[in-house]
């Protein structure tokens, strides 16, 4: 994308920059109505502007404010027209017929069309693993006319507008022709969508803020907001993120009314908020956040999977979850890929993980799969966005637990956009790539093994990572095309099994976090895995 992702970009990273931030990015509102501005400081700065190219939650947030989707979810998690004004489905359950609502423009003025969508489709349909499912059932998907396109399927399939709803990685977002036939390998070069919000890119300070600005062409619904389905009205002019990467740094500007929301607070700060007058405490997501350690499967020492089943004895989720989190009542250890609680949760396979061994005896095991995938001293090095509390402390458990196996481990600390590109490159460790980093998943994702990109085993259409197992793979279209609960849960037993024999993905527990707001902002809408800010005004 237009280098927007590209290249030195460093986040402030002191109490003095912070306030120097807040100090700059106030005069752009100071002749406006302050109660028309919104500052919230989100989990991290956005580097990469391509909802299809990227899977990071901060770059799926900032789809829902610019582009808008086809589908989307309600507080029920079920998939409600948006986009779309009207739609059918053949008898024989194989033609999907969808025509668009009227008063759709792109934020250049041009009319959104069926030609847009289809293209937009077929984009997310390569990187995303629900829309490489979907396209893997595809005959045709074509646009009939301006406003209306089929999409006619090889076998029924009960997933669809539910693929083109989800809130997370990858989001089915919609682009006009020119963006949407760039290569899905490629990022966008502008950032064009038809959303609630525009970017602003000449007010975009690299490193210190993001901001949108209302969309006045923007035709919400006629529905109330539901999750993040209904009409999506947007009642603040103006909507700023503020990078501010210190945590005690951005805790003190929301007790100052300086900011107004702040996404991640860390657990050992939230006791000081929710006495903070002004301040409100709350969980926005319902269904929780997954913890994922992902190794590289390309590279050695983890391209062996008994390297990687070593790794399972390393981690031991009650000690990343106290260094992460702390609090019994947030966190939860948790053997399951498809999350514990979920209709699809099972621990299957995960007895490494569940194990309660003295740490010498779970090394001891570790140490005894090394030496069976021929381990020799290979460099491992870890990802470490070191401004990300959560992420960092989670690195250090691992480094900590692999030095005692033995391995050669190595922390490169670097900001979460930065690791967010690096985690695309594919050379040996030593020469720029990486063998592990540590991320999450929001809950609702992650009980799907449809949507649940992590749990692909494509190869190369999978996830950074590239876990190849054509087993995995024929279990999750199993998974897809079954017709009944009991149905899908037996296979979704059968994935656990073989992702955790094949170390798809490590989970590292389970965890809530909850959000601080001012409480002059009114509005706020509970979204699993998502954080969404039409409805939301300043009073």
Same mark, same amino acid.
């Given at each position: 994308?237009?280098?927007?992702?590209?290249?030195?970009?460093?986040?402030?990273?002191?109490?003095?920059?912070?306030?120097?931030?807040?100090?700059?990015?106030?005069?752009?509102?100071?002749?406006?109505?302050?109660?028309?501005?919104?500052?919230?400081?989100?989990?991290?700065?956005?580097?990469?502007?391509?909802?299809?190219?990227?899977?990071?939650?901060?770059?799926?947030?900032?789809?829902?404010?610019?582009?808008?989707? &086809?589908?989307?979810?309600?507080? +029920? !998690? *079920? /998939?409600?027209?948006?986009?779309?004004?009207?739609?059918? $489905? =053949? @008898?024989?359950?194989?033609?999907?017929?969808?025509?668009?609502?009227?008063?759709?423009?792109?934020?250049?003025?041009?009319?959104?069309?069926?030609?847009?969508?289809?293209?937009?489709?077929?984009?997310?349909?390569?990187?995303?693993?629900?829309?490489?499912? &979907?396209?893997?059932?595809?005959? +045709? !998907? *074509? /646009?009939?006319?301006?406003?209306?396109?089929?999409?006619? $399927? =090889? @076998?029924?399939?009960?997933?669809?507008?539910?693929?083109?709803?989800?809130?997370?990685?990858?989001?089915?977002?919609?682009?006009?022709?020119?963006?949407?036939?760039?290569?899905?390998?490629?990022?966008?070069?502008?950032?064009?969508?038809?959303?609630?919000?525009?970017?602003?890119?000449?007010?975009?300070?690299?490193?210190?803020?993001?901001?949108?600005?209302?969309?006045?062409?923007?035709?919400?619904?006629?529905?109330?907001?539901?999750?993040?389905?209904?009409?999506?009205?947007?009642?603040?002019?103006?909507?700023?993120?503020?990078?501010?990467?210190?945590?005690?740094?951005?805790?003190?500007?929301?007790?100052?009314?300086?900011?107004?929301?702040?996404?991640?607070?860390?657990?050992?700060?939230?006791?000081?908020?929710?006495?903070?007058?002004?301040?409100?405490?709350?969980?926005?997501?319902?269904?929780?956040?997954?913890?994922?350690?992902?190794?590289?499967?390309?590279?050695?020492?983890?391209?062996?999977?008994?390297?990687?089943?070593?790794?399972?004895?390393?981690?031991?989720?009650?000690?990343?979850?106290?260094?992460?989190?702390?609090?019994?009542?947030?966190?939860?250890?948790?053997?399951?890929?498809?999350?514990?609680?979920?209709?699809?949760?099972?621990?299957?396979?995960?007895?490494?993980?569940?194990?309660?061994?003295?740490?010498?005896?779970?090394?001891?095991?570790?140490?005894?799969?090394?030496?069976?995938?021929?381990?020799?001293?290979?460099?491992?090095?870890?990802?470490?966005?070191?401004?990300?509390?959560?992420?960092?402390?989670?690195?250090?458990?691992?480094?900590?637990?692999?030095?005692?196996?033995?391995?050669?481990?190595?922390?490169?600390?670097?900001?979460?956009?930065?690791?967010?590109?690096?985690?695309?490159?594919?050379?040996?460790?030593?020469?720029?790539?990486?063998?592990?980093?540590?991320?999450?998943?929001?809950?609702?994702?992650?009980?799907?093994?449809?949507?649940?990109?992590?749990?692909?085993?494509?190869?190369?259409?999978?996830?950074?990572?590239?876990?190849?197992?054509?087993?995995?793979?024929?279990?999750?279209?199993?998974?897809?095309?079954?017709?009944?609960?009991?149905?899908?849960?037996?296979?979704?037993?059968?994935?656990?099994?073989?992702?955790?024999?094949?170390?798809?993905?490590?989970?590292?527990?389970?965890?809530?976090?909850?959000?601080?707001?001012?409480?002059?902002?009114?509005?706020?809408?509970?979204?699993?895995?998502?954080?969404?800010?039409?409805?939301?005004?300043?009073?």
């Amino acid at each position: 994308m237009r280098q927007l992702a590209e290249g030195g970009v460093r986040l402030l990273a002191t109490t003095a920059g912070a306030a120097l931030l807040l100090a700059g990015s106030s005069a752009p509102s100071q002749a406006q109505d302050a109660n028309k501005t919104i500052r919230a400081v989100m989990q991290a700065d956005v580097k990469v502007f391509d909802p299809i190219f990227n899977t990071a939650d901060i770059t799926s947030f900032h789809s829902m404010m610019v582009f808008d989707m &086809l589908f989307a979810m309600d507080k +029920d !998690l *079920a /998939a409600k027209p948006q986009m779309v004004g009207q739609w059918s $489905l =053949s @008898e024989d359950g194989l033609t999907y017929t969808f025509t668009l609502r009227d008063g759709l423009k792109w934020h250049d003025g041009q009319p959104v069309t069926a030609e847009d969508a289809v293209l937009s489709l077929k984009r997310w349909g390569v990187r995303d693993g629900a829309g490489q499912q &979907l396209m893997k059932l595809t005959r +045709d !998907l *074509a /646009a009939v006319d301006a406003k209306t396109f089929k999409l006619t $399927l =090889s @076998e029924p399939y009960g997933l669809v507008l539910d693929s083109f709803a989800k809130p997370s990685a990858n989001v089915a977002a919609m682009m006009p022709k020119r963006l949407a036939m760039t290569d899905p390998f490629q990022q966008i070069p502008d950032v064009i969508g038809s959303g609630p919000f525009k970017f602003a890119k000449e007010e975009w300070v690299p490193g210190s803020k993001i901001v949108y600005l209302k969309n006045t062409d923007y035709v919400p619904r006629a529905e109330p907001p539901s999750g993040i389905a209904g009409g999506k009205v947007a009642k603040a002019d103006r909507v700023e993120w503020v990078v501010m990467p210190d945590p005690q740094t951005a805790a003190s500007a929301l007790t100052r009314g300086e900011v107004d929301f702040f996404e991640q607070p860390p657990t050992d700060l939230l006791p000081m908020l929710r006495a903070a007058k002004g301040v409100k405490v709350e969980t926005l997501n319902p269904l929780g956040t997954e913890g994922i350690l992902r190794l590289n499967h390309l590279q050695p020492p983890f391209n062996n999977p008994k390297a990687r089943q070593a790794v399972l004895w390393m981690v031991n989720q009650k000690d990343y979850l106290q260094a992460m989190i702390g609090d019994p009542q947030l966190m939860k250890v948790c053997g399951a890929l498809l999350v514990c609680g979920s209709s699809m949760g099972s621990e299957a396979g995960a007895e490494a993980l569940l194990s309660t061994l003295p740490e010498n005896e779970r090394i001891a095991k570790a140490k005894a799969l090394l030496a069976e995938a021929g381990y020799k001293g290979e460099l491992v090095v870890l990802l470490d966005p070191a401004e990300r509390p959560r992420f960092h402390a989670a690195n250090l458990v691992l480094a900590a637990a692999m030095k005692k196996a033995g391995i050669n481990v190595q922390i490169d600390a670097m900001d979460w956009g930065t690791l967010v590109t690096r985690r695309a490159k594919k050379e040996p460790p030593g020469q720029g790539g990486w063998s592990a980093f540590h991320t999450s998943s929001g809950g609702l994702e992650a009980s799907n093994p449809a949507f649940h990109i992590a749990i692909s085993a494509g190869c190369d259409k999978a996830w950074f990572g590239w876990p190849c197992d054509a087993e995995v793979e024929k279990l999750r279209t199993q998974w897809a095309l079954a017709r009944s609960l009991p149905e899908r849960q037996k296979v979704a037993e059968a994935i656990q099994k073989r992702a955790m024999e094949v170390v798809v993905y490590i989970p590292y527990g389970q965890w809530s976090s909850p959000v601080a707001y001012r409480d002059t902002l009114k509005g706020l809408i509970a979204v699993p895995d998502s954080i969404v800010w039409w409805n939301v005004e300043k009073m």
